[in-house]
């Protein structure tokens, strides 16, 4: 799989934005541009460091955004190696991540995190601004309106 960069340029102070966007098949996925308004997405230097170390190959993180939870959406990450026409893709230093397009909708602007806490590990998406508020355990939210 080949590689194109695309150079988005607005970082938060200790994140990193997703700068690359990535080919699947013939068609290339593209940040639409630099402002975070049109789909920017952050990852947390402790989100790169541990896709870096679960992913290979063609693997990526999938972040989907589903109905349920107890604030009416819920985020979903897996690993994926499957892309449609519907996905956008970015990635940083080896570590990728894929949003499908609705999904973007309500997470533009969110910083993706790994977070290591006693009872758990997990990715998770945290400084939403297209969220009004989430549940205590940071895997649901309602939007703004």
Request: aromatic letters at 6%; proline letters at 3%; hydrophobic letters at 35%.
């Amino acid at each position: 799989m080949s590689a194109v960069r695309l150079l988005c340029s607005l970082v938060r102070p200790g994140q990193r934005t997703l700068l690359s966007s990535w080919i699947a098949g013939d068609r290339p996925l593209r940040c639409a541009s630099n402002t975070v308004a049109d789909g920017e997405i952050y990852l947390a230097e402790s989100c790169v460091r541990r896709l870096q170390e679960v992913t290979s190959g063609p693997e990526f993180l999938r972040l989907q955004v589903d109905s349920g939870g107890c604030s009416g959406f819920q985020y979903k990450f897996t690993l994926d190696t499957n892309m449609t026409e519907e996905d956008r893709a970015f990635g940083v230093d080896g570590a990728h991540v894929v949003v499908d397009l609705d999904s973007l909708q309500l997470v533009k602007g969110s910083t993706i995190e790994f977070c290591e806490e006693l009872i758990r590990s997990s990715f998770q998406l945290t400084q939403n601004p297209q969220a009004e508020h989430g549940c205590s355990c940071g895997s649901s939210f309602s939007i703004k309106l």
